[in-house]
Structures are given as structure tokens and as C-alpha cells.
């Protein structure tokens, strides 16, 4: 789970966490949850990537809010 990812990051004083999304869409994101999104509201003090798939015409993933401001505070 993202607290157990976020634990183990501190306990080895990682100077980063770098983390997948797989573009699950909104609602799916809302019923089914997601690590990166939880990682994202639980780690304030280690800096954290997340890496998305490729995008290819047609496969377009909005971000979230999150995402982006994690992404303008890099």
C-alpha cells in the first residue's frame, strides 16, 4: 500500500520516489483507487516523479490537479 511505499522510503532515506500511473480515467481512479494518487497526499517530504504511459493520438490521460502542481513545484 502507498503508506507502506512511503515507510519504506523513509526508513532508507530515499532522496526520491519515482512512480507509475497507468492512466486509469477518472472514475476509475475514484472506484478502484490508486497508489500514486495516495502517495501523492500522504509523502510531503520526500520529492516524488510519476512517470505515465507514452501518450499516442488518441490515448490523450488529462492529469489530475495534483499531478500538475506536483509537476509546476519541480
Known sequence: TARHIHQYAKDQKADWIIMGAQGHSALA?????????????????????VVRPPMTKGNEIPISEKEENLIESI
Open 29 to 49: 481512479s475514484f472506484l478502484l483507487g490508486s497508489i500514486t494518487e495516495r502517495m501523492l497526499s500522504y509523502n510531503e517530504e520526500i520529492p516524488m516523479m
